[in-house]
Every structure is written in C-alpha cells, then in structure tokens.
C-alpha cells in the first residue's frame, strides 16, 4: 500500500462550487505540505502543518484553505473554485529534524475548474 | 529573485548517451539542503537524493551522479548511458537553515525525453 495517498486522484468541477482534496499518510511522519504544479512552474507550496496545531501559509495561499484533522491527515479545500485554479496538487510529508528531513510526496490529485 | 534555476527546460538524446542536467541555486544561508525529484510520465514525485551544503563530495549511485560545486553554486545531475525509462521530468529543489529547512524551493524542471 501506498504511504501517501490522496483522494480523488481526478476531479472535474465547475466555477463557484467547493472542493476538498484529502491526503492521509502511513508513514508516521509529523509534517505535512500541500503544492500545486503548473505546467512549466515547478510545485510552489499551498500551506504547510508541523503538527496538528500548526498550520502556515505558503507562498499561494489565497483562494485555499486547510484542516489537520490528525497526525494522519491533512485536507486541502477550494472555497469557490475558480478555472485557474485548474492544476495537479501534490501532498508530501517529512519527519521532520534538520538530518533527515526529506519530503515525500503522494501521487496527485488533478483538478479542473470549468 | 529565483533561488533555483534549471536553464534546461527540455533535453532530447538518444538512448545510450550520456546527460546531464543542470541545477544552478541561490542562498545566503551556509546550511542548507539540495534535492533532486523525478517526475515520470505518470505524474508521481520520486525523490532521488539529498545533499547538505557541507558535504561537496561527489555521489554514484548505479547510472546517476550528483556533481555538487559550492563555488559555484550547482548541484548538476548525470545520468550515464541513458534509457527510456530516464524519461521524465527532473526537478531540483532547495531547503535552507533560514526557513528552518521547512520548506522546499522548486526550480521549474527539465524534462528529458530518452528516444530508443
């Protein structure tokens, strides 16, 4: 089984409606990122959680917003989503600690916003 | 200012050769953290390696190599006697002591298209 998972791996939705993307890890890691890709973008960083209680905003964070709901867990929402919006999203996780703290990521979710 | 650059958006070679991907970073931290991800057609992200900045010294790993230059700021990738299955597109990133390594900084990617 996969250690990162994300859930729906494709979603197609319309202007103004909400979205959750969900991601849940095995891997028992306590920090957790949200990215989007954008063709010819590399991944910028969405929001970002060190634990449960804590929660930062990444470089693009308006128009999105997050819940962690356990160590495990970690939800991406559109409010209202907007066509430019469409994108492929990506969670990772990392343990954590300067010596190994290596992101892993889950494999996508793409969206597209009519 | 960008703080990763991969100047290579797309390589093309045939399989066999060998290539190598650039990774051109910017910091003012003395710690920091360079990575390089693959990205095959599938979409998934593969971590590949991890770097700190005090360790300059080359790594092998079977076809890959990392050539790491502080002096000049690089973290180049070499695949040696390329196949198809290379195909992908490679990203390099940077973590640094600033941020307290919290965050990754992604350059825009090269894709590599390994023909038979």
């Known amino acids: 089984d996969a250690d990162v998972t994300q859930t729906p791996r494709n979603r197609i939705t319309k202007t103004g409606k909400r979205i959750m993307l969900e991601c849940s890890q095995t891997k028992g890691h306590d920090r957790m990122y949200w990215y989007r890709q954008d063709p010819g973008l590399g991944l910028q960083l969405i929001y970002y959680s060190f634990d449960v209680k804590d929660i930062n905003k990444g470089e693009i964070s308006d128009g999105y917003s997050v819940s962690r709901q356990a160590q495990a867990k970690f939800s991406l929402s559109l409010e209202s989503a907007i066509p430019n919006q469409t994108a492929l999203y990506f969670c990772?996780?990392?343990?954590?600690?300067?010596?190994?703290?290596?992101?892993?990521f889950g494999p996508g979710t793409r969206l597209t916003v009519l | 200012a960008q703080k990763v650059t991969q100047a290579q958006t797309e390589i093309s070679v045939v399989e066999k050769e060998d290539v190598t991907l650039d990774c051109v970073y910017e910091?003012?931290?003395?710690?920091?953290?360079l990575f390089w991800y693959k990205q095959p057609p599938s979409g998934e992200l593969v971590f590949l390696i991890r770097?700190?900045?005090?360790?300059?010294q080359n790594e092998i790993s079977g076809r890959y190599s990392w050539n790491f230059q502080k002096s000049t700021s690089s973290f180049n990738f070499t695949i040696t006697a390329s196949q198809v299955v290379d195909s992908a597109v490679y990203f390099c990133a940077l973590s640094e002591a600033g941020s307290g390594y919290s965050t990754l900084t992604f350059g825009k990617g090269t894709m590599l298209l390994v023909s038979p």
């Open positions: 770097r700190n900045s005090f360790d300059e």
């Open positions: 990772a996780t990392s343990p954590g600690g300067t010596s190994t703290d290596t992101q892993y």
């Open positions: 910091t003012r931290d003395t710690t920091y953290y």
